[in-house]
C-alpha cells in the first residue's frame, strides 16, 4: 500500500452538545471515529490520527481495538484550525489522504478513487441542488481554480453547485512544503487546510476534483446528524444482509450492530434489535426481541425475548418474555416468563413459567448447573450457587437452595389448607345475592 492516511479528530464538536468527545458517539455500535479507521485500513498500512480535544479518553478507546495507529497531538493554542492539525504531521508513503473523524459513511471505493491518478492534489467535491451557506469550488477544464466563500462570490460565482467535500489527496512532498507556510490571515485567526489548494494552484500544480457521494461525506455534527448517519448506516447493513440471504420482515424497523454476523438462513421479524458482536447461525428471532453480544444456533426466541451479553443458545427454543444473561443453553425449552442467569443447562432440559435462578446475593455472582432432561415446573427459584444432576424433577412452587441429584424428585410446598365457608363469614352471608 502506498498511500498514508491522516484522520482529523482533534475540534471539541460543542454542536453534539456532549461531554463525550464527538467522535467516540456511537453509529451502529461503533464510535465514528472507527468507521472512518476501518475504511482507512482498507486502502492504507499508514494511518496517523490527530488529537487534541480529550485526546487520552480517544486513544486509549482506540488502543483499545486496534494496532498499528500512529497518534499526533495538535497544538491548538498555537495552531488552531484543520491547517494547524497538520502541522508536525508526518506520514511514510508518497501520497497522503487527508480524511475526518467524523465522516462515518465513507467506503473503500469512493477512497480508491480520490487516490486515483497522480496529480498533486485531487480534491473532493460534491455537486448539490442548493449550495447555499457552502464555499463554492471554480473548476475549468476539470482542474480546480479556486475556492470561494460565498460572501465573497459574485453574482456569477453564486450560481456554481460545486462545494468543497472537505477530503483530499495529496503528494506528501507537497504536501509538506505547504503545510508550513500556511497562516492564519484571516477572521477566525485559524490555519485553513483549504489554502494548500490556492498554494498549488499559484505554484502551477494540477488540482483535480473528485465528485462524490454526498452521503458518503455527510459530516457528523450534531446528535441530529447522528441519528441521520445511523439511519443511512443502518439501511446499508441491511441491504447487504438481505442480499446475503436474511429474511428481514419489515426491516425499517429493525436494528443490526455493524459487527454482527449472520450464517446460514436465519429470520429477523419486526422490531427485533441486534446489538454487539452477536453471531447467529440459523437463527429465528421473533418479534420485538432483543440480542446482545451473544450466539445463537439453530435456536429460536421470543417473541419478546431478551438475549444478554456472554449467552450461548445451541438447539434452543426461548419464548415470550424469557430473559436469558450469561448463561449456555444447549437443547434447551424455555417458553415464557423465565429469568435465567450465569446458568448452563444442558439438552432435552425443560424450565418452566416464572422460573428464576437466584444468581445474585447484593455482592456476587452465582451459578447454576442444570445437567440433562430435567424438568423445572412453573414458579420455581433455583437459588445459586447450586447444581441438579441429570433426569431430575422440580416440581411448580419448589425454592431449590442445595443440589439435586440425578433420578431424584425436588420438592418444597407448605401444606396447603382450607377454611370452610370463609368467604361468607367475611364479607357476609348477602354477599352472593
Known amino acids: 500500500m502506498s498511500i498514508s492516511v491522516v484522520i482529523l479528530a482533534a475540534g471539541q464538536g460543542t454542536r453534539m452538545k456532549s461531554t463525550l468527545p464527538k467522535v467516540l458517539h456511537t453509529i451502529s455500535g461503533k464510535p465514528m471515529l472507527f468507521h472512518a479507521i476501518d475504511a482507512a485500513r482498507q486502502i492504507s498500512d499508514d494511518i496517523v490520527v490527530v488529537l487534541y480535544h480529550q485526546a487520552e479518553r480517544i486513544q486509549e478507546q482506540i488502543e483499545t481495538c486496534y494496532e498499528g495507529i500512529r497518534f499526533h497531538m495538535q497544538d491548538a493554542q498555537q495552531f488552531p484550525g484543520t491547517g494547524g492539525a ?37 480534491m473532493s467535491v460534491i455537486a448539490l441542488d442548493d449550495p447555499s451557506g457552502y464555499g463554492r469550488v471554480i473548476i475549468e477544464e476539470d482542474k480546480v481554480q479556486e475556492i470561494v466563500e460565498q460572501k465573497d462570490c459574485t453574482p456569477q460565482q453564486l450560481k456554481v453547485t460545486t462545494v468543497n467535500a472537505g477530503i483530499y489527496a495529496v503528494d506528501t512532498e507537497v504536501l509538506e512544503r505547504f503545510i508550513p507556510n500556511l497562516d492564519n490571515n484571516n477572521a477566525q485567526k485559524e490555519y485553513y487546510l483549504t489554502d494548500i489548494v490556492k498554494m498549488a494552484v499559484d505554484e502551477g500544480l494540477e488540482v483535480h476534483p473528485v465528485t462524490v457521494p454526498e452521503e458518503e461525506f455527510k459530516g457528523v455534527n450534531s446528535k441530529l446528524d447522528l441519528a441521520h448517519a445511523e439511519e443511512i448506516m443502518q439501511r446499508r447493513i441491511k441491504k447487504t444482509l438481505m442480499m446475503q440471504g436474511v429474511i428481514m420482515r419489515l426491516p425499517e424497523t429493525i436494528y443490526i450492530d455493524c459487527r454482527a454476523v449472520f450464517e446460514g438462513e436465519c429470520i429477523l421479524e419486526n422490531g427485533v434489535s441486534i446489538q454487539g458482536a452477536s453471531t447467529l447461525i440459523n437463527a429465528h428471532i421473533k418479534t420485538h426481541s432483543v440480542v446482545e453480544d451473544s450466539h445463537i444456533e439453530n435456536s429460536d426466541v421470543g417473541p419478546v425475548g431478551r438475549i444478554r451479553p456472554g449467552s450461548r443458545l445451541i438447539d434452543t427454543h426461548i419464548g415470550n418474555f424469557v430473559e436469558v444473561k450469561k448463561s449456555t443453553l444447549t437443547g434447551v425449552k424455555a417458553g415464557h416468563l423465565a429469568y435465567i442467569g450465569d446458568a448452563s443447562i444442558d439438552e432435552g432440559s425443560n424450565i418452566g413459567a416464572g422460573v428464576i435462578t437466584c444468581n445474585y446475593d447484593g455482592k456476587n455472582k452465582y451459578r447454576t448447573i442444570i445437567g440433562k432432561n430435567v424438568f423445572v415446573g412453573s414458579d420455581t427459584q433455583l437459588v445459586a450457587p447450586v447444581t441438579i444432576e441429570d433426569d431430575v424433577m422440580i416440581a411448580a412452587g419448589t425454592t431449590v437452595n442445595k443440589d439435586v441429584e440425578q433420578g431424584d424428585l425436588a420438592i418444597s410446598r407448605a401444606p396447603m389448607k382450607t377454611v370452610k365457608n370463609f368467604f361468607y363469614k367475611f364479607f357476609g352471608a348477602d354477599s352472593c345475592k
Open 86 to 122: 497538520m502541522k508536525g504531521v508526518h506520514t511514510k508513503h508518497s501520497r497522503t489522504l487527508i480524511l475526518n473523524g467524523d465522516m462515518p459513511l465513507i467506503t473503500k471505493a469512493s477512497l480508491e478513487a480520490l487516490t486515483s491518478g497522480n496529480v498533486a492534489i485531487n
